[in-house]
């Protein structure tokens, strides 16, 4: 082997580029988050060529200091941290001292600057190579302005990785809108080959922040989401969360910033994965905006090199919170909170009032609130036991209809194929898929009962037999507590041979045969007692599926509108068991559309 020697600063440089400076779009990251901490609060960008030719970054910030200037270009010169202390709490976006010097090695970098609101700012200028910038006078308002020109120019080699014009300034357009949902109180504006892409004005109220996240993230978006705002123990998760039902193909519609910093992270990633693992199909994704706050020195942001990732130092702690904050707010979403639109395609036509439409508040008046009133409450019975807290909810709803109240679902008007209920609610159409809706009732209710280790049982006048496998009758004797817990008694009676004694109170409907085959199946997959312990909700949603309503089951009106009253009081009630959709709302405007009224 040769000798060890020192690399030349020149080659140092072109190495760090290697890791700061990958694409423009890391260019004008590093840019936008010089400018953001030296207090900008308005930031120019423009971009030519995808960012190949030039890019340019002003800002209104505090500036740099003449004398400053030669070291802003020399690597690890920064003022953003002196010593180890600092690099263990930081409160800045940049601090390693080398993204400018590293653009510089690799492109045609001009900078200048004013730390003053009047007279003439400086000027420094390095060119792909080793070098002492002279320090010129330049005409400038107070802040700083970064030219890149010619990237790549002297390695071409990297050069001919770089994409087209068009999907180079794609990551430049995506990375800008990153930046801009990390500071409401920063108006951007930026611009690709003279045209401009995207002006924000500062957005200091909840109704402005909303307003840009809609710009960036789509109306639709905004549309379906709500805000969310929890605290604890230092520790502070808000933003907006998209409802379950706008779950995305791809996960191309996640934000989430530690501090103000976007960051990509298994664990917080985890973390909103789990809780969303009720409401969300296995192949869907959730959209969201959401800002984490933490105390600087419970996270090392210094794990990346491009400070993509974080380390928190009770990263347990921080799962548990960010998991429970998000399963609270989804358990607690209600069908009047948002209410799920039909994506359906109908030719445009302009909004109608219907000043002349009898309202449904009379409507219901007149008949369906006498109805779902005076409804004997036996009639629950075909469906499933209601449980005490139901029951009483029940009643808060008859009440409330009683005022001639709409309720978010509306009333039942009739039942198709056997399968929806049609309801009318103030909006307009409402339709419900009763078997996946009554699944929904039937496992939060098990949930419940089973964490106040309170599952009903009811004893089976004739015990059923059940022929199995050794296996699953070693399964059934090894979990015999685990079945109890879960509402079912089974004892083993032969080597393969089970005889099912009492099953829970809301399954007795069910096919208990099937019912113990599957449960058994769930038990036998996850295996280990740990595993099982961590997955016995996968369980109960199996049993759940058992005693829900089946399809073609004809159901009065009074028992449609049970359904649709217990849906209203029932956590996660707007998503199945898997993740799919329990209900949807058509508008009266989106049916007149589709007639062509108005037109």
Not at 172 to 198: C, G, P, Y
Not at 324 to 344: F, I, K, N, T
Request: charge should be negative; charged fraction near 25%; aromatic fraction near 6%.
């Amino acid at each position: 082997m040769t000798r060890i020697r020192q690399l030349s600063p020149r080659l140092a440089n072109q190495i760090a580029a290697g890791e700061v400076v990958e694409r423009p779009a890391s260019v004008v990251k590093e840019l936008l988050e010089n400018s953001l901490d030296a207090g900008a609060r308005k930031i120019d960008i423009d971009i030519e060529q995808g960012g190949v030719k030039t890019i340019r970054v002003r800002d209104d910030g505090g500036g740099i200091d003449e004398d400053d200037m030669p070291l802003a270009l020399c690597r690890h010169a920064t003022s953003k941290i002196s010593e180890l202390d600092d690099l263990e709490a930081v409160a800045t976006l940049g601090f390693r001292g080398e993204a400018l010097a590293s653009m510089a090695s690799v492109s045609r970098l001009t900078i200048t600057s004013n730390t003053r609101d009047s007279g003439a700012g400086w000027q420094a200028q390095a060119e792909g190579q080793e070098m002492v910038a002279a320090v010129l006078p330049a005409a400038h308002q107070r802040g700083t302005t970064v030219e890149v020109r010619d990237l790549f120019f002297n390695t071409p080699a990297r050069r001919k990785f770089l994409r087209s014009e068009k999907t180079e300034f794609q990551r430049i357009d995506e990375m800008l809108k990153k930046l801009a949902l990390s500071r409401f109180d920063v108006a951007f504006h930026w611009r690709h080959n003279q045209r401009t892409v995207q002006q924000l004005r500062e957005a200091q109220t909840q109704q402005e922040q909303e307003r840009r996240v809609a710009t960036l993230c789509g109306p639709a978006f905004m549309q379906q989401a709500f805000f969310v705002d929890v605290a604890h123990a230092g520790l502070r998760l808000w933003g907006w969360l998209a409802q379950p039902a706008f779950s995305r193909s791809q996960a191309d519609l996640q934000y989430f910033y530690v501090n103000g910093r976007a960051i990509r992270d298994k664990l917080v990633t985890h973390a909103i994965r789990l809780a969303f693992q009720d409401v969300l199909h296995h192949s869907r994704h959730p959209a969201y905006v959401l800002y984490f706050e933490i105390d600087p020195a419970a996270v090392d942001v210094n794990v990346h090199p491009t400070k993509h990732e974080v380390r928190f130092r009770e990263s347990r702690a921080v799962h548990d919170f960010v998991f429970r904050s998000l399963a609270r707010v989804l358990a607690e979403l209600r069908p009047e909170d948002a209410a799920p639109v039909a994506a359906l395609p109908v030719p445009a036509a302009p909004a109608i009032s219907y000043q002349n439409a009898i309202p449904l508040a009379q409507q219901a008046q007149d008949h369906a609130v006498q109805r779902a009133v005076a409804e004997p409450r036996t009639l629950l019975a075909s469906l499933y036991t209601p449980s005490p807290v139901s029951a009483a909810r029940l009643d808060a709803a008859a009440t409330a209809a009683a005022q001639a109240e709409i309720p978010p679902l509306g009333y039942a008007l009739a039942q198709l194929k056997g399968i929806y209920i049609l309801a009318e609610n103030a909006q307009g159409l409402v339709l419900v898929d009763m078997h996946a809706a009554h699944e929904r009732i039937t496992y939060e209710r098990l949930k419940a009962a089973y964490e106040d280790h309170s599952i009903a049982r009811q004893p089976l006048l004739v015990p059923q037999g059940v022929a199995v496998s050794e296996r699953e009758a070693d399964c059934a004797e090894e979990h015999r507590a685990l079945f109890e817990q879960l509402g079912l008694v089974v004892d083993r009676v032969g080597p393969e041979s089970l005889l099912i004694r009492q099953v829970p109170v809301l399954l007795a409907a069910g096919n208990s045969e099937q019912l113990l085959r599957d449960v058994l199946s769930d038990l036998q997959q996850h295996g280990s007692s740990a595993r099982l312990r961590e997955s016995v909700n996968e369980v109960l949603a199996t049993m759940a599926c058992h005693g829900a309503v089946r399809a073609n089951r004809r159901l009065t009106i009074p028992e449609m509108n049970a359904l649709l009253r217990d849906m209203e009081i029932t956590e996660r009630s707007g998503q199945c068991n898997h993740g799919r959709p329990t209900w949807v709302q058509v508008s009266l405007a989106e049916l007149d559309k589709w007639f062509l009224r108005g037109q």
